[in-house]
């Protein structure tokens, strides 16, 4: 599968961002790779109105685990798909501090599944976990308790402490912990590396064995920035 370049715009974006998708079409028009925006749920449809023709999928930062009901300020995966998100990013770390769960995660990928969205499944451990030495074990149990029974999805190993802070993990833990991922869930998800890629680091850590593409945080906010790295990628 080509490498998976996805802009996780967290709580940024105003009406007019959505030319952002014709900007970045523009400047990555020869893509190898797959490329994928995620703004605000306000913005999807827009987005993906917008991205029609233009290669660029649009996904959405979150969805609820329930059916259309009473639950309040949540937004249902049905109807993210129905405004033609595709992908959904589902248990970030900004969202597990927040008390999210791997059994709601799950619950969360499951409906996204069956809603015909793919979800994007994010682990990572703490600073602490990692000088603990535990780094893998936690990834582990977070994919045992967070991934779908079924459906395609992808998964973002984001180590919480390379988050916004401008450090990203080495190459080397990178591979040990893709390697380790992979062990763990098999052929088939694409397992994307995220935390502080920029586009001067971006062809390091894309070409690590079993990296098979970034979620993008900051950097992903200006097209310049975020194309640069697209064009990092390569095609599997
Ligand atoms: P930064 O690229 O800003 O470190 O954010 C990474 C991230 O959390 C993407 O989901």
């Not at 990178?174 to 890629?197: D, K």
């Not at 680091?201 to 979620?215: I, S, Y």
């Amino acid at each position: 599968m080509p490498q998976l370049i996805a802009a996780n715009w967290k709580m940024n974006g105003r009406l007019d961002w959505v030319d952002k998708v014709g900007e970045l079409a523009a400047l990555t028009g020869e893509a190898v790779c797959e490329r994928l925006i995620c703004p605000p749920h306000p913005l999807v449809g827009a987005m993906a109105r917008a991205a029609q023709g233009s290669g660029i999928a649009i996904g959405a930062q979150d969805c609820s685990e329930h059916e259309a009901g009473a639950h309040t300020g949540e937004t249902e995966a049905a109807l993210l798909a129905a405004l033609g998100a595709r992908y959904v990013i589902l248990g970030h770390s900004e969202r597990r501090t927040g008390g999210e769960t791997d059994d709601r995660v799950k619950a969360k990928a499951e409906r996204a599944v069956g809603s015909g969205l793919r979800p994007l499944v994010c682990v990572g451990e703490s600073l602490a976990e990692r000088e603990a030495g535990t780094a893998i074990p936690v990834v582990e149990a977070q994919l045992s308790g967070s991934l779908p029974q079924q459906g395609d999805y992808d998964i973002a190993y984001e180590p919480v402490w390379a988050i916004g802070t401008g450090r990203t993990a080495t190459a080397r833990d990178v591979a040990e912990m893709h390697a380790a991922i992979r062990r763990h869930v098999g052929v088939g998800p694409r397992i994307l590396y995220g935390g502080s890629v920029k586009p001067d680091n971006a062809a390091l850590l894309l070409g690590v064995p079993e990296v098979g593409g970034a979620l993008v945080g900051g950097a992903s906010l200006e097209m310049e920035s975020f194309a640069q790295i697209v064009h990092a990628a390569k095609a599997d």
